[in-house]
């Protein structure tokens, strides 16, 4: 494991640099070394850190969650209103429709297949979208209209719609049975979520107010409840529905409420505990591509992608109408929400695994979706960000 850690770290660095000096994102270079080091091309990690790559990833996503949470601020979110809300479920609404519409007749395969396949490559990447709207936080780019608040919130409860869209279609193709609880099970999720999040986060306010702790202290105990956030969500699976993830944001934006002196210093520790869990996150995304599914794919799959994604924009476009925000501005909202790697990489399998006859095409729609559009959307993000949104105070 001790030599797969050191390849995955120096050979990542090497390729994410080399990258960036073509002026194409980093995380590129990373996707490249997983699927270069990983088993479907020189195989040289070891089986036991791929045996836990689901846990490294998740936990490099707690990581930059709870730093979008240290850095977003509730007053700004409430200037974006309605429209952050909609951008929650409209546009991962309007792509799976678009896949429903394009699939069957392209691919030949049944509607279900295609709404199972829809909500597979239907989640945005929070792993791409979010350091970057950090970036632009910290750069007051677009921050007066609430564009990457807005942006970064909703790309965090897209998730969890998504995957219970997800878990209602496999199980309707499973058994036959729709179940329109799982879809009532969305606001709740997110309500008890945000309600746990924002209760964690002042009562830790509190905590770090009465008793003096090293910052690097506080950042340990905020990550172990963020911890207890997420295996709550899995303890908590079929019971009652809570979003792990959310709670982790949602109790960064409470502590910054609460106490935004300490959370404007944890979130630069947090900051450089992201130089490693990226390099984590995205080598172990690529070493899970499946190279000779995407071969064999063809360049129709790629196009019912592309296809969805122009119904992805058209829903973000619907989420702007009545805002403030310029033509460009809108432009930019929508290339930002087209980026997908963790969730892709995480389900794309269970349906192969539970032996639907879909599972191979929506597999290969999973590998395409995070070799197309994770490159593409990071590089429209940085490329676009300066061009068309300006700094709040220019």
């Known amino acids: 494991m001790l030599t797969s850690l050191a390849l995955i770290f120096l050979c990542g660095m090497v390729l994410g640099a ?9 995380l590129l270079g990373m996707l490249l070394t997983g699927m270069i080091l990983g088993p479907y091309a020189l195989n040289l990690l070891d089986g036991s850190i791929l045996s836990i790559s689901a846990d490294l990833r998740e936990l490099a996503l707690i990581i ?46 049944s509607v279900l297949d295609a709404a199972i396949m829809g909500a597979v490559v239907g989640a945005v990447s929070p792993a791409v979208i979010v350091p970057r709207m950090l970036r632009m936080m910290e750069e007051k780019r677009g ?26 279609f496999t199980g309707l193709a499973q058994d036959g049975n729709f179940s329109a609880a799982a879809l009532l099970s969305v606001p709740v999720s997110v309500l008890l979520g945000l309600a746990a999040g924002l209760a964690a986060g002042l009562l830790l306010g509190f905590f770090f107010q009465e008793v003096h702790l090293r910052d690097t202290a506080k950042v340990l105990i905020l990550l172990s409840i963020s911890f207890l956030f997420v ?24 502590l910054l409420k609460s106490r935004p002196e300490a959370a404007v210093r944890l979130s630069a520790k947090f900051s450089k505990l992201w130089v490693a869990a990226e390099l984590l996150l995205f ?55 087209l980026p997908k790697a963790t969730v892709q990489a995480a389900i794309g399998g269970v349906p192969l695994a539970m032996g639907l006859s879909c599972g191979s095409i929506v597999l290969t729609a999973a590998v395409l979706a995070i070799l197309f559009t994770a490159p593409v959307g990071a590089f429209l993000i940085d490329f676009l960000a300066p061009r068309l949104i300006s700094r709040q105070d220019e």
């Open 18 to 26: 080399l990258f960036q000096k073509l002026r194409l994102p980093s």
């Open 64 to 109: 930059i969650l709870t730093r979008a949470g240290l850095s977003l601020n509730f007053t700004d979110l409430k200037k974006v209103g309605c429209p952050a809300i909609l951008m929650c479920f409209v546009p991962a609404c309007f792509e799976i429709a678009g896949m429903v519409l394009l699939a069957p007749p392209l691919l030949r395969i």
């Open 143 to 168: 921050t007066g209209k609430g564009i990457p608040q807005m942006i970064l919130a909703g790309a965090s409860v897209d998730d969890v719609f998504v995957i219970v869209l997800f878990s209602s």
């Open 231 to 254: 295996a709550l969500e899995d303890a908590l699976e079929g019971i009652l529905p809570f979003s792990g993830l959310l709670a982790v944001m949602s109790m960064g934006a409470a």
């Open 283 to 337: 080598v172990l995304v690529g070493a899970a591509v499946d190279l000779g599914y995407a071969a064999k794919a063809g360049l129709m799959v790629l196009a019912v992608i592309a296809g969805a994604l122009v119904f992805r924009v058209c829903g973000v476009c619907v989420c702007m109408i009545g805002t403030a925000l310029s033509r460009k501005e809108r432009l930019f909202c929508a290339a930002a929400y």
